[in-house]
């Protein structure tokens, strides 16, 4: 059983178009996380949100935590190639064990 | 050190081998996990370390699949009698433990299995 499902599963767009990425469960979780992840490496952290509605901004991303703490979206403005990666959410039900999403692999062709 | 250490970074071994996957995790970080990641995809869940409590196994796909951590720092992935279907990257990861739990990651162990 998963409980996080991302969509879409993948992405491919043009230079400077926007995206939304969908990260859903049923369940509710304490805290939720964005990891982007290269070929090669380990998932590195882009933010972490702890409050329903809460909406954090970095640089082009944008991340909103739903109301009910069970969803999240990662929207990206003017996407560039260097986005291009596996966009990973995860969540923790408080305690401690985290649980990633299915992922959304974006490619941003130039 | 500076970062989540795993080693091998690539092991190739044959159908019905044992393998063990060493992760060392950052210094003063009690939380340890370990997930694994087949082409491409989301992380699966294996095994949750926290401190000096019983690990969380309910990740673990099988009982050829086990993990220790000695002294609460370096942990090692064992996989007895390792199937093809047990090829992946597997992914150590390491958080302070409390908290927003910001898991840091190693780069990973590619594991194939002939």
């Known amino acids: 059983t998963q409980l996080l499902e991302q969509s879409p599963q993948f992405l491919s767009i043009q230079e400077g178009e926007n995206l939304t990425v969908y990260c859903n469960s049923s369940?509710?979780?304490?805290?939720l996380q964005w990891y982007r992840q290269e070929p090669g490496e380990g998932p590195v952290l882009l933010v972490t949100?702890?409050?329903?509605?809460e909406v954090k901004k970095l640089k082009r991303l944008t991340f909103q935590f739903g109301d009910a703490r069970k969803d999240s979206s990662l929207h990206i403005t003017a996407a560039q190639p260097g986005d291009t990666g596996l966009y990973l959410c995860?969540?923790?039900?408080?305690?401690?064990?985290?649980?990633f999403g299915t992922g959304t692999k974006l490619q941003v062709i130039p | 050190g500076a970062g989540v250490s795993q080693s091998p970074s690539n092991k190739v071994t044959e159908k019905g081998k044992d393998v063990e996957l060493r992760c060392d995790p950052i210094?003063?970080?009690?939380?340890l996990y370990w997930y694994r990641q087949s082409l491409g995809q989301g992380l699966e869940f294996l095994i949750y370390?926290?401190?000096?409590?019983?690990?969380?196994k309910s990740g673990l796909p099988s009982d050829r699949f086990s993990a220790e951590r000695t002294g609460g720092s370096v942990s090692t992935l064992t996989i007895q009698r390792t199937q093809q279907e047990d090829s992946a990257v597997y992914l150590c990861?390491?958080?302070?433990?409390?908290?927003?739990?910001?898991?840091?990651f190693g780069a990973g162990s590619r594991l194939t299995v002939l």
């Open positions: 990861a390491s958080s302070l433990g409390s908290g927003a739990n910001v898991l840091t």
């Open positions: 369940s509710v979780f304490s805290s």
């Open positions: 949100v702890v409050t329903g509605g």
């Open positions: 995860a969540g923790d039900r408080g305690y401690q064990k985290v649980t």
């Open positions: 210094s003063g970080h009690t939380a």
């Open positions: 370390f926290q401190g000096n409590s019983a690990p969380d």
